[in-house]
């Protein structure tokens, strides 16, 4: 009788530090992309192409974008520095620059945030070309 009474107590006990839990994870900001990455096709060398990547505060709780980062400047990111309301829709810019790269390139852009998921990251790739060859006559 006793084990029952302890097994019912520390059911309980489980379940509602799960719902607990799941409550905490439903207040507060959380940033959500249409999309997380993007793939600009076959570019030259030399090219700048720019992509909108849109993201919404899905929380509880206005967003703050605290930075934005790339590895290499050849990829820079434009976001906004005021708070995103609960329900409201961004844009982060990142414009690539292909001078001095050829093939393959994948880059990753880091967003770091206030939100529930404060670590997120958006991806563009590409395939760079030689550079355009004019004739010369």
């Keep these: 009788m006793k084990r ?4 019912v107590l520390g059911i309980f006990v489980a379940l509602f530090a799960v719902a ?20 600009f096709g076959d570019i030259f ?6 992509h909108v990547f849109t ?20 990829t820079v990111p434009k976001w906004p520095r005021q708070p995103i309301a609960p329900g409201e829709t961004a844009e982060l810019l990142v414009k ?29 790739t590409t395939n760079i070309l030689p550079k355009k060859v004019t004739g010369t006559n």
């Design 4 to 7: 029952s009474l302890i097994l």
């Design 96 to 124: 690539f620059n292909s001078a001095g790269k050829m093939g393959k390139v994948n880059k990753v852009i880091k967003v770091i945030s206030n939100a529930s998921n404060p670590n997120t990251q958006v991806t563009i």
């Design 55 to 74: 993201f919404e505060n899905s929380g509880t709780e206005p967003l703050i974008l605290t930075n934005v980062s790339t590895t290499c400047g050849c």
């Design 20 to 39: 607990q839990n799941q409550e905490a994870e439903k207040k507060g900001p959380k940033i959500v992309f249409e999309e997380t990455s993007f793939d």
């Design 45 to 50: 060398q030399g090219d700048q192409v720019e």
